[in-house]
């Protein structure tokens, strides 16, 4: 059975943290088992209102027991390493343990690098990821006190752009893939038995790992989980509605 998450961006109507806490309350209540946030600085037209993720989760964080939450996703290219290793093990002590930190390039499309003075170029970002993984993990294992609740680490689940494959080389030596733009469940099948070989290549074939698949309010979970999801989240718009969320988490995780 695949665990169900909400999955929002924290623009415009939802820009809210105090309206993002009762809607995580609402989520628990109902049955879900998630709820994470997009991480974004700003975002292209039509939306403007942009909230800080980090500050969002911990909102959510505070009056929720069992939603596991996180950002989907944090471009290390664009953080402080250290800060990034304060902020998650916060967060972790926090929840109690609910942490999971997605991860990934991040991209230039809504002026969100170039303008501020960060890496455009992707293969750089792509460099600074993997710096920034091993990193960040050295701060978590001892180098920083306190340690993260979780062992041995908070859960990296790296997000992955369809068709390309080398984001999926890189969540194979993690905790899970965020595939981005799937057409289809048959696509999702294809990476869980790449991801498998990887992780049998590596000795690490009966670790858990994380496949998780996004879907629309309304949408039939069963053909990704079929396919080999162990997380289907429900999406939104780029402007969620309120109303549409709340639907959404009303009807619960069927």
Known sequence: MASR??????????????????LAVEAEAAGWDGLFVWDHIRYRAPVRAVLDPWVALAAIAFPTRSLRIGPMVTPLSRR???????ETVTLD?????????????GSDRNGELGPFGDVVDARERARRLDDGLDRLTALWDGEFEPEPVQRPRIPIWVAARYPNRRPVRRGARWDGLFPIDLPDPDALAELAGEIRELRAADGRANEPFDLVAEIDPGGDPAPWVAAGATWVLTGFTLQPRLDAVRAAIAAGPT
């Open 80 to 86: 402080r390493v250290q800060k990034l290793a304060r």
């Open 93 to 105: 002590l926090l929840s109690n343990g609910r942490l999971t930190l997605g991860v990934g390039l």
């Open 5 to 22: 998450g909400i999955f929002v961006a924290p623009f415009d109507e939802l820009a809210d943290p105090r309206l993002l806490a009762e």
